[in-house]
C-alpha cells in the first residue's frame, strides 16, 4: 500500500516563497509518476506538476511555469513543490497523488496541505 504525507502549507504574501513536500512509504517508485494538484475553493481540482520517479522528468502547467518548480530525493523518498513568486490566486488546499506509469488514474493521494497566499 502507497501512503503519501504533504507537509510545508502555511501562510504567506504575495511574492513570497514555500515548499511542500510528499513524504511516500509503502514501496518502490520506480514506475510512478508523482503529481502535485489543487483544489480552490468553489473551483475544480487541477493538475500543477508531475515527475516522473525514475528519470526526473517533469511537465509543469502553463499559470506556474517559472514560478514553481517540482523536483525529488530518491533517498528520502519524498517529492518537493518548491512555489516562489506566489499569488493570492495560488490559494488553494494542495494535494500530492501518485500512479503508475500508463495509468490514467491517480489512485494514491495525499491528505492536502493549505496553502494561503494574501495580498
Known amino acids: 500500500q502507497v501512503q503519501l504525507v504533504e507537509s510545508g502549507g502555511g501562510l504567506v504574501q504575495a511574492g513570497g516563497s514555500l515548499r511542500l513536500s510528499c513524504a511516500a512509504s509503502?514501496?518502490?517508485?520506480?514506475?510512478?509518476?508523482v503529481g502535485w494538484f489543487r483544489q480552490a475553493p468553489g473551483k475544480e481540482r487541477e493538475s500543477v506538476a508531475v515527475i516522473s520517479w525514475s528519470d526526473g522528468s517533469t511537465y509543469d502547467v502553463d499559470s506556474v511555469k517559472g514560478r514553481f518548480t517540482i523536483s525529488r530525493d530518491n533517498a528520502k523518498k519524498t517529492v518537493y513543490l518548491q512555489m516562489n513568486s506566489l499569488k493570492p490566486e495560488d490559494t488553494a488546499v494542495y494535494y500530492c497523488?501518485?500512479?503508475?506509469?500508463?495509468?490514467?488514474?491517480?489512485?494514491?493521494w495525499g491528505q492536502g496541505t493549505q496553502v494561503t497566499v494574501s495580498s
Open positions: 497523488a501518485a500512479r503508475r506509469v500508463g495509468q490514467s488514474e491517480y489512485n494514491h
Open positions: 509503502g514501496r518502490t517508485f520506480g514506475s510512478y509518476q
